[in-house]
């Protein structure tokens, strides 16, 4: 039998209704202040704790916001995420954290998981999922902010997002190649479906262009976002295309990859190949060479769109801004 202890037993202690007690726990007036402060003593004695599912039919909250990544395990999305829940447990709510292991149909079934639980808004990291599917599933939310990935086909009505600048992430990596003395330059893209990949390929293009080099479509490669991934996509890379001086990887974990593909093809970093990598995860300073990279400031972006959210529950008006983060390229041994 439980032993918990309820509205009613604190209505009993305190001699008045259990209306009178929700008045005291949801902070609401028309409480006798002597009453008031009595009834907050008893609740101390008691040890109450108010039924969470109780105050979110009473209040249309559940104090929750929901939270949803593609690979949890990743350091990118995990600074993310402590930037996201400290902010969000400083204000009083709680994170649910979903993780969908790059794959566009759990990335949707969580989703409407946290519809269901009622969260109060949602929070999605460099979504999967086609566009149009994507905003039909954030309009059924109360609130929701999407992290590195824009919906051009869309007004900002339909959706708010924090991103990071990718095609200045391409074009700052890319151009520090060129100036360097490198011409023939590949690009290990990660996902086919990631937009921040495809917005840096982008860059690269555009700064080889700039540049007058030419791109062969050999030296572009799709990998897993993973030093694994980095590693086999490495390999198949410089063997079909040796001529390569340079390479510009989508993430730092596909760059360490890279690094373990050049070992193994006895290619020296930086003589033979020059790599770097993107967002400046730990890891990047800690390998050797250390890596060349463009540095996100991962807590910052998650920071913001906790800020951008909030904004969005209080029916922030139309036209909410995106806001927009700029890379920073940190340059270290692996592409001097």
Not at 260 to 278: E, F, M, S, V
Request: charged content about 20%; some cysteine.
């Amino acid at each position: 039998m439980s032993n918990r202890v309820s509205m009613s037993d604190v209505a009993r202690r305190a001699g008045v209704s259990l209306m009178t007690v929700s008045r005291v726990i949801n902070e609401k007036g028309d409480v006798n202040p002597v009453t008031r402060q009595r009834i907050q003593k008893i609740i101390k004695d008691l040890d109450y704790h108010p039924s969470a599912i109780a105050r979110s039919l009473a209040t249309q909250q559940t104090r929750t916001i929901g939270l949803v990544v593609p690979d949890v395990s990743n350091p990118f999305f995990a600074d993310i995420t402590r930037g996201i829940e400290a902010l969000a447990y400083a204000q009083g709510y709680h994170v649910f954290l979903c993780n969908t292991e790059e794959d566009p149909q759990r990335e949707i079934s969580v989703i409407q998981s946290l519809e269901e639980k009622r969260v109060d808004g949602l929070i999605l990291c460099s979504s999967r999922i086609e566009a149009t599917a994507l905003v039909n599933l954030l309009n059924r939310l109360p609130a929701a902010v999407l992290i590195n990935r824009r919906l051009d086909d869309f007004t900002s009505d339909d959706y708010q997002a924090v991103f990071l600048d990718d095609e200045a992430s391409g074009v700052l990596a890319t151009r520090h190649l060129l100036q360097t003395g490198h011409s023939r330059i590949g690009y290990m893209a990660g996902p086919a479906t990631s937009f921040s990949g495809q917005g840096r390929q982008k860059g690269y293009l555009a700064a080889m262009e700039q540049a007058g080099a030419a791109v062969d479509p050999d030296w572009i490669i799709h990998c897993q976002p993973t030093v694994a991934g980095g590693h086999v996509a490495g390999i198949q890379l410089l063997e079909r295309c040796d001529e390569l001086t340079a390479i510009f990887c989508y993430n730092d974990l596909v760059a360490v990859g890279a690094l373990q593909a050049c070992a193994d093809l006895n290619r020296k970093i930086p003589d033979d190949l020059a790599i770097i990598g993107h967002d400046d995860i730990p890891l990047a300073a800690l390998v050797s060479p250390a890596l060349t990279t463009c540095r996100v400031h991962r807590q910052e972006l998650g920071a913001r769109a906790v800020e951008a959210l909030f904004e969005r529950m209080k029916n922030c008006p139309a036209g909410c801004n995106q806001i927009v983060l700029h890379p920073e390229l940190i340059i270290r041994q692996s592409a001097p």
